[in-house]
């Protein structure tokens, strides 16, 4: 052995050795804390006044969030004794403290990383590969044809966000030499999933499996699917039959098989608040019980096909909260219906907002998402899919599907996330936290039942109502870089050369699809299947009818054909839908408003900073003004200072610059100003010219006689006044 190894191995002997003795140890000496003097809140506030240093402490030291929470800066056990979980356990009473008691120590979050691959077979490797790397959950993201029942053949855009399956032999291939007994497969299947539940039963009959190994997800959420498009394609009534034929036969056949998806993001990725985007999609699924309730089934039943997923957002200490304060609520309401237990307990699955994504800088997104992911599993979820990265521009590829897939791997493996029971249980603030927003998600779910249920709210307009207005003012505070996205109106990078989009070809899809498809239906008795079809019709849409026909070689589009009822294609109904949003969105679109521009002109708007005076005093609003310019993708034009105002005007001059922006002090700006912005309108008569900072009020309006057309400072609207100088160049009408 060599000496190093040997060193080596040393050091691990006396490692163990000394872990060893650690575990051995029992009593621990005393150690006195009498030399710290504890300090009041009182002391402790006056400090942070004395460094906020003239700053109101009640706007800088106070959070106040969209949910219309505020976060104190301190909490106290004595004002959170009442609300502490003493007597509450994890797996037991109303489960805010987890559905099981043992948390994650036996059975870990399943880690659900999407499969979005076009072709079958080729989304067929990604699952396989996606287990071999480390994720436990089969996750199958479908295309919108497949989701609405077109067959690819008669689609517009094949395999635009997920993957195309239209025949039986598709399934197959997405299937082939999945170990579905061991681990559960996911699959979101639009407003219904009898089709494709059919299909998945087909192909493993066939096969020779038993469906009785069959797991996970295979589920539908009619509601989620209006809210989203406006209009199903049949009425809720016609939609609910079909969910019901669905859950009883996964009852009798697949036990561990959820039928019913309740997915937050339709109400997120509108821009929904926390509060809003659980008690909406509480209300969602108390509408689904109700509906199984009506057809015979029992609410033991109807609650164990319901499955949660939640978007985890920004705020981390909020998403915690939330999914403490949803379970006991989901619990009250299924005993409400007169659950037993075991059927109170919430099927959790989650994944990032897309709301929060951003197409620049888009980097960021992966300590985003790991913030979002933490967060999610400390509130206690029981799956999670973590989406790449650069989920909101393209596809994921080999490397940021392996960053999205390792960073759960590292959190239960290396970060030891797997140990702690509830580990947020008993935390002054987290607590707090959950007590406010249970009872404001139970008002807002009040206030929707009021209205007779989420549907009848939804056709009055009011979660559209509720939900615009906090779009509104996240926008808003974007605008006035209250709210900041790093890379989009905050600390823009001007050297980012943009992730290519790589564009799928739809028409090449098209083309393999169709040739695919025509193959299969050319090898098809079609007697026999539109015998097949037929006794769906007769049989009032039974579960193994339709399964027989997918057996036949139904296509998914021929199955939904079959389904369909004209008179309750008539009775759809129509709502306003809630649209989807990202918060950057305006900004990005800006930016690429500009940077078009300058590619197809070879010009862009060009801005002069007039710096008076020594470096240490026009640098700190020149680096601001910089940023906050750049944010629009412009060309700021810097300099060391100038001495006088002459020199500044005429380097302005030269610079032939469509705007210009003094930079100084407040101190210094009363003798600069009045001699400095008439000479710059002179010289520049059609530039616009700004001030760096805010003028006070009893000087506001000699500045503006003097000639400044507008302030920039941190209260300025940043994105209004961007769009201003776009609108100016010519970029924009």
Request: with cysteine.
């Amino acid at each position: 052995m060599s000496e190093e190894k040997s060193g080596q191995a040393t050091e691990e002997l006396d490692l163990q050795a000394i872990l060893k003795k650690a575990e051995q140890q029992t009593t621990f000496p005393d150690v006195p804390l009498d030399e710290f003097e504890p300090p009041t809140y009182d002391e402790w506030k006056e400090a942070c006044i004395a460094l906020l240093k003239g700053a109101p402490f009640e706007k800088k030291m106070y959070t106040k969030t969209y949910e219309g929470i505020t976060f104190s800066p301190m909490y106290f056990r004595a004002d959170t004794e009442p609300i502490l979980p003493k007597k509450s356990f994890p797996g037991l009473d109303d489960f805010m403290r987890g559905a099981k008691p043992n948390g994650y120590i036996e059975s870990p979050w399943g880690i659900a990383q999407s499969c979005d691959e076009t072709m079958p077979k080729e989304n067929n490797e990604l699952l396989k590969h996606e287990i071999d790397r480390g994720s436990t959950i089969y996750n199958v993201r479908l295309d919108r044809a497949t989701l609405s029942c077109v067959d690819a053949g008669d689609a517009d855009k094949p395999g635009d966000d997920g993957c195309s399956i239209t025949t039986l032999q598709d399934v197959h291939d997405l299937l082939d030499g999945l170990k579905l007994d061991k681990y559960p497969l996911y699959i979101y299947a639009g407003a219904s999933a009898v089709p494709v539940l059919a299909m998945v039963v087909a192909a493993l009959k066939s096969s020779g499996k038993d469906t009785k190994d069959l797991k996970g997800i295979i589920a539908a959420n009619p509601i989620g699917e209006l809210v989203a498009n406006g209009k199903n394609s049949q009425s809720l009534d016609k939609l609910y039959d079909e969910a019901y034929e669905a859950a009883k036969w996964a009852i009798k056949n697949a036990p561990e098989l959820k039928t019913m998806f309740v997915k937050s993001d339709v109400f997120s990725n509108g821009g929904a608040n926390d509060v809003q985007e659980v008690a909406y999609s509480l209300a969602v699924a108390t509408d689904y019980l109700r509906a199984m309730l009506e057809r015979g089934m029992t609410i033991d039943e109807a609650a164990g096909q319901v499955a949660f997923e939640f978007s985890m957002g920004a705020n981390f200490f909020m998403q915690i909260a939330k999914l403490r304060a949803v379970r006991p609520i989901w619990a009250q309401i299924v005993e409400a219906f007169g659950g037993n237990s075991e059927s109170r307990k919430m099927y959790i699955h989650a994944r990032p907002a897309r709301f929060f994504k951003t197409v620049y800088d888009p980097y960021v997104n992966m300590l985003r998402n790991t913030s979002e992911i933490f967060s999610g599993v400390v509130g206690g979820l029981d799956s999670f899919e973590n989406p790449p990265f650069d989920e909101v521009i393209r596809k994921g590829d080999e490397f940021s599907r392996r960053i999205a897939r390792n960073v759960q791997i590292m959190l239960q493996e290396e970060f030891g996330l797997l140990q702690p029971i509830d580990p947020a249980g008993g935390s002054w603030a987290v607590e707090t936290l959950t007590k406010q927003v249970k009872e404001k998600i139970w008002a807002e779910f009040q206030a929707v039942e009021g209205k007779g249920g989420i549907v009848a709210a939804l056709k009055e307009g009011y979660p559209q109502e509720q939900i615009g207005a906090i779009l509104a003012d996240r926008f808003k505070k974007l605008e006035l870089r209250r709210d900041r996205i790093v890379g989009s109106n905050m600390y823009p990078n001007m050297t980012e050369v943009r992730l290519d989009p790589r564009p799928e070809d739809f028409a090449e899809n098209k083309k393999l699809r169709s040739s695919e498809i025509t193959a299969y239906i050319d090898d098809v008795d079609s007697k026999f299947r539109d015998e097949a079809l037929a006794k769906i019709k007769d049989s009032k849409g039974s579960m193994e009818r339709v399964i027989e026909a997918a057996q036949a070689g139904a296509t998914i589009a021929q199955l939904r054909g079959a389904l369909t009822c004209p008179k309750c294609a008539e009775a759809a109904e129509e709502i306003t839908s809630i649209a989807i949003h990202r918060w950057s969105e305006r900004y990005e679109a800006m930016r690429m408003v500009t940077e078009e521009y300058k590619e197809k002109h070879n010009d862009n708007v060009r801005i002069f900073l007039a710096n008076m005076g020594p470096i240490p005093q026009h640098k700190a609003r020149a680096d601001f003004t910089t940023g906050f310019l750049q944010v629009g993708a412009f060309e700021v034009l810097g300099n060391n200072g100038f001495k006088t105002e002459e020199e500044a005007a005429a380097a302005a001059k030269e610079s032939g610059a469509d705007a210009v922006v003094i930079c100084s002090t407040d101190a210094t700006y009363p003798d600069i100003v009045p001699k400095l912005a008439p000479m710059l309108h002179e010289v520049l008569p059609n530039a616009t010219v700004f001030l760096a900072g805010e003028a006070p009020a009893d000087l506001k309006e000699t500045y503006n006689n003097a000639g400044i057309d507008k302030y920039i400072s941190v209260r300025a609207n940043c994105y209004e006044i961007l769009q201003a100088l776009q609108k100016k160049k010519g970029m924009i009408e």
